[in-house]
């Protein structure tokens, strides 16, 4: 069982920067790791995800070039580095992850909220 505990979310103005920390309770090395975000009224969406090795990672086309999905596997931490913040990248920001290869998450956050302001 693995637990996952976000931090770092916050109000910044439009062009700042945040990095998000997701807590593993557990070993998480050779696990997925993914950030996924829900804006009020919308459904929960695709940010960011690393690959069972660590070895590859992928973007949603909207944060491409402006988010980094990183982890530290000595401190069972996954971070989301976001730079050049935008009003619409307001939402509550989860973690995920999952030990098989493939397929759905099975553990995931309470979630932290992320506020940019214009």
């Known amino acids: 069982q693995v637990q996952l505990v976000e931090s770092g979310g916050g109000l910044v103005q439009a062009g700042g920067s945040l990095r998000l920390s997701c807590a593993a309770s557990g070993r998480t090395v050779n696990y997925r790791v993914a950030w996924f975000r829900q804006a009020p009224g919308k459904e929960r969406e695709f940010v960011a995800a690393?690959?069972?090795?660590?070895?590859?990672?992928y973007y949603a086309a909207p944060v491409k070039g402006r988010f980094t999905i990183s982890r530290d596997n000595a401190k069972n931490t996954v971070y989301l580095q976001m730079n050049g913040l935008k009003p619409e990248d307001t939402a509550v920001y989860y973690c995920?992850?999952?030990?098989?290869?493939?397929?759905?998450?099975?553990?995931w956050g309470q979630g932290t909220q992320v506020t940019v302001s214009s």
């Open positions: 690393q690959n069972w090795g660590g070895s590859s990672t």
């Open positions: 995920a992850a999952d030990s098989r290869r493939v397929g759905t998450y099975t553990y």
